[in-house]
């Protein structure tokens, strides 16, 4: 069984420009939630794929968006980058109608926008 | 409500002491509560996680203690060591599947 993974593990891009982060659910999950993570600060939920559709937003704007595929894979795009959106960007999966429907996090995409 | 706050910010703890960090919520909605072990530059690893029909879970070192009527939480870390220095994160979602409302984080250090 595998894990959550994610690429890249780093990016750099510069204000205006538009990122693509790419994210694997572990096995057997059907739901990939994604959170920012500022530095020194806690997860902050931006939206949640189930069934490749968007179920659950956070306080985020329409710039994020994602998609979700039939093997349960996700993408997340961030459009006309701006500086605040430096951070550290989590995947996270998990089995919705299972017992243990905890979430699981991959290790992250670290943005950086200069 | 969505809020969950985190105490304290930061802690350091003897090698064999406990480690405590407690969390409260407002959301009454919220019935599982996970905690999360972050280690710089990685993601957060799930630690051990209760629901509100149980006052206390325990696996190995670690001891979740639940008060619903209180709203708190709290993590207990028993014979804390070096290797338990990290950011721990404690989180509430209604149905573990769903939006995760995290706490500011931890920042403990076990001292040898």
């Known amino acids: 069984e595998t894990g959550v993974t994610q690429s890249p593990t780093h990016l750099i891009k510069t204000r205006g420009q538009q990122v693509t982060l790419r994210c694997s659910s572990q096995?057997?999950?059907?739901?990939v939630s994604w959170y920012q993570q500022a530095l020194g600060q806690g997860p902050q939920f931006i939206f949640q794929?189930?069934?490749?559709?968007?179920?659950g937003r956070g306080n985020f704007p329409p710039r994020f968006s994602g998609l979700q595929f039939p093997n349960y894979s996700s993408e997340l795009n961030v459009n006309a980058l701006e500086l605040d959106d430096s951070a550290l960007y989590l995947c996270?999966?998990?089995?919705?109608?299972?017992?243990?429907?905890?979430?699981?996090f991959g290790p992250g995409t670290r943005l950086t926008v200069l | 409500q969505q809020q969950v706050k985190q105490s304290p910010q930061s802690l350091i703890v003897q090698k064999g002491g406990i480690s405590i960090i407690n969390c409260a919520y407002e959301?009454?909605?919220?019935?599982?509560f996970p905690w999360y072990q972050q280690f710089p530059g990685k993601g957060p690893a799930l630690l051990i996680a209760?629901?509100?029909?149980?006052s206390e879970k325990k696996e190995g070192r670690f001891t979740i203690s639940f008060n619903k009527s209180a709203k708190q939480f709290s993590l207990h870390i028993m014979d804390s060591q070096p290797g338990d220095s990290a950011t721990y994160f404690c989180?509430?979602?209604?149905?573990?599947?769903?939006?995760?409302?995290f706490g500011t984080g931890t920042r403990l250090l076990v001292s040898p």
């Open positions: 959301n009454t909605a919220f019935d599982y």
């Open positions: 096995s057997g999950h059907n739901t």
């Open positions: 996270a999966s998990s089995r919705e109608g299972a017992l243990t429907d905890t979430q699981y």
């Open positions: 209760i629901r509100p029909d149980v």
């Open positions: 794929y189930y069934r490749e559709e968007e179920n």
């Open positions: 989180a509430a979602s209604i149905g573990g599947f769903q939006k995760l409302v």
